[in-house]
């Protein structure tokens, strides 16, 4: 591949993410808002726990500092995972690879969303350091003071094993710069904020059915992020005209018609709710 053709392609991958980046922001933060209810379920104790066994303090700047720590971590994630996508193409592999890698991503992001629903035989989580170690540090934070022990506790919350921020970690590898990356991640753990807070400082509880039903929404988004991502990647496949797998033509082909299809629906429900709100 010459050098105009190569810095065609790196354009155009880098020009498509930016079109979309505002939007998976977004998305990724209701996905981080509905999965923090998965986040009460699995380590609200252990936050709450943290908290109550600190001591009475009343400043709120630990809490803060908590949670500021455990959103860094995710940032710092979505940097290296980033990175690892940003190494790739600075590597030479444009083109035809670069837009099969994140057809590829879309693919592990719907099936680790899947893995959450239920609708897989096998469902995991990538742990960063085992738990063994994450309960010790985190009983052992406690020692540390109300500031050291904050920032050490959150740290330590942030590597806690969780399938949807190993979801959006993977997703954050397609961005089309580290910067974007570690964004995607920031407003994933921004999301997760408010509930966090509310499971810290007012040691709230929420019903586990609501629970649930919040996890599998923001896991259904994780599915139509890996989707909108798998089909960049085949739209940029089928735009460069590689003239290889017509059958990567003939499933673009199937994915527009259906599009149109539901915007036919959509655009349908909407005249007749207009419709009947004029009568």
């Known amino acids: 591949m010459d050098h105009s053709m190569m810095d065609h392609s790196m354009h155009g991958m880098v020009d498509m993410g930016m079109a979309t980046g505002g939007f998976d922001y977004t998305l990724a933060f209701i996905a981080g808002f509905l999965g923090s209810g998965h986040c009460l379920g699995m380590c609200g104790a252990l936050v709450s726990g943290y908290f109550m066994n600190a001591g009475k303090n009343r400043s709120y700047l630990p809490y803060f500092l908590y949670q500021i720590a455990r959103i860094s971590v995710y940032t710092m994630v979505g940097f290296a995972a980033a ?10 592999l444009f083109g035809k690879i670069q ?23 096998w469902q995991g989580s990538i742990r960063l350091l085992p738990m063994k ?14 500031i050291i022990g904050s920032l050490f506790a959150g ?13 959006m970690a993977v997703k954050a590898t397609s961005a089309p710069s580290i910067y974007e ?11 997760t904020l408010p509930m966090m807070l509310f499971i810290s400082m007012a040691f709230g509880k929420i019903n586990a059915h609501i629970r649930g039903l919040m996890l599998k929404t923001a896991a259904l988004i994780m599915v139509f992020m890996g989707s909108n991502t798998f089909y960049r990647g085949l739209s940029f496949y089928a735009d460069e005209d590689f003239k290889h797998h017509n059958y990567f033509y003939i499933l673009k ?6 599009i149109a299809y539901l915007a036919q629906i959509v655009s349908y429900f909407s005249d007749l709710v207009a419709n009947i709100q004029n009568m």
């Open 83 to 92: 990175s690892l996508g940003v190494v790739i193409v600075s590597s030479g």
């Open 99 to 121: 837009s099969l890698l994140q057809m590829f991503i879309g693919i592990v992001v719907i099936l680790l969303a899947f893995g959450i629903l239920g609708w897989i035989p």
């Open 133 to 146: 170690w994450l309960r010790k540090g985190y009983s052992s934070s406690r020692t540390k003071g109300p």
């Open 155 to 167: 740290l330590l919350n942030g590597m806690m094993p969780c399938p949807l921020t190993f979801a």
């Open 181 to 191: 990356g570690g964004a995607l991640m920031l407003a994933f753990g921004a999301g």
């Open 253 to 258: 082909g199937r994915i527009d018609e259906l």
